[in-house]
């Protein structure tokens, strides 16, 4: 399907405001542990806001956004974010001063998966000294906070347009944009890429997600994969779409076997 799971940031809050620590987190995410462990194989992993399957998926872009947690521990070493005092947990420095970690993720408790995943999120940083606060919240309380900007980081699933379009989320007051991203680039690649030519498509699609991928104003997780699981030869007529796996039902035939007392199957 085109319902991708997803992370957000806070633009106003300390640390995830800073593009270089946005883009390092990223690594921290294990998106192939999530997709096929903790959604019971129900998605697939994506690094990039366009589904895998595809055939505009850069495999180039999404190659360096991979789960590497030791990778992700020397890049927090290279920006100074490091465990000084001995306690095990990192520090950064804010307009001179130096800080612990505390970053706050919030997702709906009532979405099966979730919460499991932003928990082994904040699991993996913690084991190289980032703490991550999961708030599991109910689905009211999670929406006043969104609303509200009561969060460092939020876990969210978002259903896209076939064509992708990002514009809801990484577009200045747009519906969704619920972390107060202001950066007008992201409209202008957007734009760039739906009005794009068959021909042009392809680069114009490299432009967005590289610059996506190297700003991070989300981090992309999976697609949920739609299943129906039948014997073979049950269920004919079936039709599903990227969207809809029950599309046209009501033409669907649903045949049951079942045998009588005289061992003839009906």
């Known amino acids: 399907t085109t319902n991708m799971h997803y992370l957000g940031f806070n633009m106003a809050s300390e640390f995830v405001n800073n593009a270089q620590l946005r883009y ?12 096929d462990t903790l959604m019971g194989n129900g998605a ?38 490091k465990d000084t005092n001995g306690d095990g947990k990192r520090e950064y420095v804010d307009y001179s001063q130096l800080k612990e970690i505390g970053i706050d ?19 993996d940083l913690a084991s190289i000294g980032v ?10 309380d999670y929406q006043n906070a969104l609303i509200n900007g009561d969060f460092d980081m939020y876990y969210a699933e978002v259903k896209l347009g076939a064509d992708f379009d990002l514009t809801s989320l990484l577009t200045k007051d747009a519906a969704l944009n619920y972390g107060k991203i ?12 739906l009005a794009a030519t068959d021909l042009e498509r392809p680069q114009a699609c490299y432009n967005l997600l590289n610059y996506i991928a190297t700003t991070a104003p989300i981090i992309p997780i999976c697609f949920e994969r739609q299943e129906v699981i039948t014997h073979r030869n049950v269920i004919t007529g079936m039709d599903p779409t990227s969207s809809n796996v029950f599309f046209g039902i009501g033409n669907w035939t649903i045949t049951f076997s079942s045998e009588t007392d005289n061992g003839e199957e009906q």
């Open 24 to 35: 390092v987190l990223q690594l921290a995410v294990n998106r192939e542990y999530a997709a």
């Open 44 to 81: 697939v992993a994506s690094c990039l806001p366009i589904s895998p399957l595809s055939p505009l998926y850069d495999n180039t872009v999404a190659k360096g956004l991979k789960f590497n947690l030791e990778l992700c521990a020397q890049m927090l070493d290279s920006l100074d974010v």
């Open 105 to 123: 993720l919030i997702v709906c408790s009532e979405s099966a998966g979730k919460a499991d995943i932003a928990k082994q999120f904040a699991s």
């Open 131 to 140: 703490t991550v606060n999961v708030r599991e919240l109910s689905w009211t």
């Open 182 to 193: 202001d950066d007008e680039n992201y409209a202008t690649y957007i734009n760039d890429f």
